[in-house]
T-cell receptor
Framework: EAQVTQNPRYLITVTGKKLTVTCSQN?????MSWYRQDPGLGLRQIYY???????DKGDVPEGYKVSRKEKRNFPLILESPSPNQTSLYFC???????????FGQGTRLTVV | KNEVEQSPQNLTAQEGEFITINCSYS?????LHWLQQHPGGGIVSLFM???GKKKHGRLIATINIQEKHSSLHITASHPRDSAVYIC???????????FGTGTLLAVQP
């Protein structure tokens, strides 16, 4: 089954404790992206990747890092999480920017 | 002003009604997406459009590139259509996806 898998689904952590949210797709897609969703602000793009070892900033990259060492995985790293990073996060993949996007189930992160 | 505007923000309909959600954008685009998000749930891609019209079951999406406008229509609406519908565009010279703030649809039986 074609899917994008995020882990964990829910995470509560403390300020400053490094964490990684994983994202994996099994469709051999080249394009992958991370978004956060906040009430009243909607979805905003954090980082995206056009292919292996090719990543670029979205609209809200501050406080986040990503890597794309292999095509299927695109982890989101929060080196020092802060409460303003409490949000619902989505990973997505597609063949490229002009094709259908497949979204992961979402990760609800709370930073206290 | 947001680069992607949706209307209405909230919509309540009776089961069976024909529903239209609108999306206007101010940037040049290469593609437009319509997404669906159920309460507490994930996001599903409904359509990707670069021109014309697409139909899938009771859902129809149209786009007018010259007018920078797209519509999502739902025929014979059903309570299970209740969700947030989100319009998103790939802005012209960038590979970034720009989202509208969504339309919350409630279909009452």
């Amino acid at each position: 089954e074609a899917q994008v898998t995020q882990n964990p689904r829910y995470l509560i952590t403390v300020t400053g404790k490094k964490l990684t949210v994983t994202c994996s797709q099994n469709m051999n897609h080249e394009y992958m992206s991370w978004y956060r969703q906040d009430p009243g602000l909607g979805l905003r793009q954090i980082y995206y990747s056009m292919n292996v070892e090719v990543t670029d900033k979205g609209d809200v990259p501050e406080g986040y890092k990503v890597s794309r060492k292999e095509k299927r995985n695109f982890p989101l790293i929060l080196e020092s999480p802060s409460p303003n990073q409490t949000s619902l996060y989505f990973c997505a993949s597609g063949w490229d920017v002009n094709t259908e996007a497949f979204f992961g189930q979402g990760t609800r992160l709370t930073v206290v | 002003k947001n680069e992607v505007e949706q209307s209405p923000q909230n919509l309540t309909a009776q089961e069976g009604e024909f529903i239209t959600i609108n999306c206007s954008y101010s940037v040049g685009i290469s593609a437009l997406h319509w997404l669906q998000q159920h309460p507490g749930g994930g996001i599903v891609s409904l359509f990707m459009l670069s021109s014309g019209k697409k139909k899938h079951g009771r859902l129809i999406a149209t786009i007018n590139i010259q007018e920078k406008h797209s519509s999502l229509h739902i025929t014979a609406s059903h309570p299970r259509d209740s969700a947030v519908y989100i319009c998103a565009v790939y802005g012209g010279a960038t590979n970034k996806l720009i989202f509208g703030t969504g339309t919350l649809l409630a279909v009452q039986p």
